[in-house]
């Protein structure tokens, strides 16, 4: 008999739908990843007990691992499905299922797709970018040092997956905490030359509601980055900066 891989998807077909679980069996191919699986459901939507039934929503787009899209609970873990791959997950037993299921801290669309704008709205609040407009040339950019430029590398190449919110204890509607990812971009954006400018800004929308004092440094972030961002050490620096920053107001009054 051919081998075929079992799957098990949680899906609902809209944000007030029930959950249901739907089970299927794709035939298998050496190499394949989570997004490949879905695929193949795609151009053959039928359960393993022989029903029709529509393609699964999920997001995807660079299949390489950049854009962070396609981040989802794989066998209850978060992470990337575009680099999971099924001979890994299955480790040795092809009849294992292999469990999908969308991010749980995250409003849900449809089946494995989920609403992550709140990253965003962080992102937003902390004012992460440079303020440049483009509307005149501003001549060449300040040099930086090859110190800085390393330790800010690693900080840039954060994909926005929000995996480590997802698996945050204290990322959760008590606390409003932002994240990891978003205190990582303010330490990036705060060690530019050009976005320094809004540095103060950034350091006291951290000092209130949902800002650094709500981390636990629990450190699964760390764990489950898949870009392996040093988010540990940017949220120690950032807390740093922000309690200078306080004391700096308190006495500027």
């Known amino acids: 008999m051919p081998r075929t891989i079992k799957v098990e998807i949680k899906r609902q077909s809209n944000p007030d739908a029930p959950v249901v679980i739907e089970k299927f069996e794709v035939p298998y191919r050496p190499n394949m990843n989570i997004t490949s699986l879905l695929g193949e459901i795609a151009c053959n939507p039928i359960t393993a007990d022989g029903k029709t039934t529509a393609p699964i929503a999920y997001d995807s787009?660079?299949?390489?691992?950049?854009?962070?899209?396609?981040?989802?609970?794989?066998?209850?873990?978060?992470?990337m499905a575009c680099s999971a791959l099924v001979d890994k997950l299955q480790d040795g037993n092809p009849d294992e299922p292999i469990t999908l299921a969308p991010l749980s801290k995250f409003p849900v669309v449809r089946d494995l797709a989920v609403d992550r704008s709140v990253l965003f709205q962080n992102l937003k609040s902390v004012k992460a970018w440079v303020p440049i407009d483009g509307t005149y040339d501003l001549g060449a950019a300040p040099r930086q040092f090859p110190q800085i430029q390393e330790e800010r590398y690693p900080l840039s190449n954060c994909i926005s997956c929000t995996i480590c919110m997802e698996v945050c204890p204290q990322f959760n509607d008590s606390t409003n905490f932002v994240g990891a990812a978003t205190i990582a971009q303010v330490k990036l954006f705060n060690m530019d030359p050009a976005g320094s400018v809004l540095k103060e800004e950034r350091l006291r929308a951290l000092a209130g509601d949902g800002g650094v004092q709500e981390c636990g440094f629990a450190q699964n972030c760390v764990e489950a980055c898949p870009k392996q961002l040093p988010l540990t050490e940017a949220i120690s620096d950032v807390t740093r900066e922000v309690i200078v920053q306080q004391v700096k107001d308190f006495f500027t009054r």
Do not use: T, V, Y
């Not at 691992?65 to 978060?78: H, Y």
């Open 61 to 79: 787009n660079c299949l390489e691992e950049i854009c962070g899209s396609c981040a989802m609970l794989i066998n209850g873990k978060a992470r």
